[in-house]
């Protein structure tokens, strides 16, 4: 993200740092993140995955319901099955995350110890 850094609003940049250190098949919601900067909520942060987060893990970053991304189910989907991200079948048959089992709370984000927790 280096060269982009000047063109982002530091939160911005704070919330792409945070998606990129997800970890392959573990999610984190929109109200995680904020939470684990210590500023913004769900919405601000919802706001720059919509504009910022193409260049990041955006599947990872995800509404607490569990219901993939509307609009991009299906790559979501393609996305989750990869990483082997807990899923599960709602009766109507529709597959959602399992949020019990996928949800990361940030523990290890960092060697050098991360300013934000949960």
């Known amino acids: 993200m280096g060269a ?4 982002l ?3 911005a940049e704070r919330v792409l740092d945070t998606a990129e250190r997800i970890p392959p098949g573990r999610v ?3 109200g995680d993140v904020a939470e684990w900067l210590g500023e913004g909520g769900p919405r601000q942060v919802g706001r720059v995955m919509a504009l910022y987060g193409g260049a990041v893990p955006w599947w990872r970053v995800v509404r607490a319901d569990g219901r993939p991304l509307p609009g991009s189910e299906h790559r979501a989907l ?3 099955r990869a990483e082997s991200t807990p899923l599960r ?3 109507a048959g529709e597959a959602r995350l399992d949020m019990r089992r996928a949800r990361w709370d940030g523990s290890g984000a960092s060697e ?3 300013e934000g927790h949960m």
């Open 89 to 91: 079948l709602t009766a």
């Open 9 to 11: 609003p530091a939160y």
């Open 112 to 114: 050098e110890g991360d």
């Open 4 to 7: 982009m850094s000047e063109e």
């Open 78 to 80: 393609e996305h989750y």
């Open 28 to 30: 984190m919601t929109y």
